[in-house]
């Protein structure tokens, strides 16, 4: 992408989006987009983003919100954790615009989902090919009827590619999943720099806040490192760590490998408590529209 420039600061918004978008009355303004989509994004490997979206999702839906999710990873992680098999339709028909939402979407137990496929990195070459791709997510979001979903939750592989780089253009906002011990203001800085070259294309472009998953108390993140870490994410992304931490247990891949969140998986483990802290603290963002 090769775009110059620093991110710019962005301050948090103070009050939902929902409040600030509010007419006169009360009521929603005509034109103003609803459905929020939510890139879950790092380019580092294995930091928590696919189940990040799993739990999310779950978590949305039980709370009545409607919720679509996209797989952008070939490794299908998402995909096979819905329940998807190979050979359905994908989302690479729909970004080639070979089959509508209608016809790729699948209704499964915690929400609709856009399948990834196996071959999605080879098909690198032929995105990069096509005439205005990094904008042809966004041009499919905006084609969905507004009122069909809340929230968009978009999963990306770990890369820096045409796919990452369309979904952040499509981005109202980005979710960093990120593990304490590898956290780092160079980490940071090198995300900070990706949401920087996509900016000219997104100005609306802003970062939800960064999440620290696999938490371990004991282990991880000293109060002064943390801080020291606060400072950088601040500076560079302009938003905050989240409150909420999602804590290190096996129940997050237990559950994962039998097909459920981890709240369903089992009710008072930790992770589940903070994956829906964490749902109140996005709530409180970008409003609670359902
Ligand atoms: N809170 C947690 N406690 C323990 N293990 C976790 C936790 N969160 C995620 N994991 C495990 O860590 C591994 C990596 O997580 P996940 O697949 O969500 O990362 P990812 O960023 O999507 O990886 P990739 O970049 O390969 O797509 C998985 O085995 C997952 O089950
Ligand atoms: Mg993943």
């Given at each position: 992408?090769?775009?110059?420039?620093?991110?710019?600061?962005?301050?948090?918004?103070?009050?939902?989006?929902?409040?600030?978008?509010?007419?006169?009355?009360?009521?929603?303004?005509?034109?103003?987009?609803?459905?929020?989509?939510?890139?879950?994004?790092?380019?580092?490997?294995?930091?928590?983003?696919?189940?990040?979206?799993?739990?999310?999702?779950?978590?949305?839906?039980?709370?009545?919100?409607?919720?679509?999710?996209?797989?952008?990873?070939?490794?299908?992680?998402?995909?096979?954790?819905c329940g998807v098999r190979e050979a359905d339709r994908s989302v690479i028909d729909w970004l080639t615009l070979k089959g509508g939402i209608d016809?790729?979407?699948?209704?499964?137990k915690y929400g609709d989902i856009i399948p990834a496929d196996r071959t999605l990195e080879t098909e690198l070459l032929r995105f990069a090919s096509?005439?205005?791709?990094?904008?042809?997510?966004?041009?499919?979001?905006?084609?969905?009827?507004?009122?069909?979903?809340?929230?968009?939750?978009?999963?990306?592989?770990?890369?820096?590619?045409?796919?990452?780089?369309?979904?952040?253009?499509?981005?109202?906002?980005?979710?960093?999943?990120?593990?304490?011990?590898?956290?780092?203001?160079?980490?940071?800085?090198?995300?900070?720099?990706?949401?920087?070259?996509?900016?000219?294309?997104?100005?609306?472009?802003?970062?939800?806040?960064?999440?620290?998953?696999?938490?371990?108390?004991?282990?991880?993140?000293?109060?002064?490192?943390?801080?020291?870490?606060?400072?950088?994410?601040?500076?560079?992304?302009?938003?905050?760590?989240?409150?909420?931490?999602?804590?290190?247990?096996?129940?997050?891949?237990?559950?994962?490998?039998?097909?459920?969140?981890?709240?369903?998986?089992?009710?008072?483990?930790?992770?589940?408590?903070?994956?829906?802290?964490?749902?109140d603290e996005i709530e409180n963002i970008i409003g609670d529209r359902k």
């Amino acid at each position: 992408m090769g775009l110059p420039g620093k991110p710019s600061k962005q301050s948090k918004p103070s009050k939902p989006d929902k409040l600030n978008k509010l007419g006169k009355h009360g009521k929603p303004m005509k034109g103003v987009k609803d459905m929020k989509t939510i890139v879950v994004f790092n380019q580092k490997g294995g930091v928590g983003k696919t189940s990040t979206v799993i739990n999310l999702m779950s978590e949305f839906t039980t709370r009545g919100k409607k919720v679509l999710v996209v797989d952008l990873d070939a490794q299908r992680n998402l995909t096979t954790f819905c329940g998807v098999r190979e050979a359905d339709r994908s989302v690479i028909d729909w970004l080639t615009l070979k089959g509508g939402i209608d016809e790729i979407t699948q209704t499964k137990k915690y929400g609709d989902i856009i399948p990834a496929d196996r071959t999605l990195e080879t098909e690198l070459l032929r995105f990069a090919s096509m005439p205005a791709f990094v904008i042809r997510i966004r041009d499919l979001l905006s084609k969905i009827p507004q009122d069909r979903y809340d929230v968009v939750l978009i999963d990306c592989p770990p890369a820096v590619n045409q796919l990452t780089a369309a979904a952040l253009v499509a981005a109202d906002y980005v979710l960093i999943p990120t593990e304490a011990e590898f956290f780092s203001a160079d980490g940071v800085g090198r995300i900070a720099e990706t949401i920087a070259q996509v900016r000219p294309l997104n100005q609306e472009i802003k970062v939800l806040g960064v999440l620290i998953v696999k938490y371990n108390s004991r282990r991880t993140l000293t109060q002064a490192l943390e801080a020291k870490l606060g400072a950088a994410v601040e500076r560079l992304l302009g938003c905050e760590i989240f409150r909420t931490k999602i804590r290190a247990t096996v129940d997050v891949p237990a559950a994962q490998a039998t097909g459920l969140s981890v709240k369903e998986y089992r009710r008072d483990s930790k992770a589940a408590k903070d994956y829906s802290a964490l749902a109140d603290e996005i709530e409180n963002i970008i409003g609670d529209r359902k």
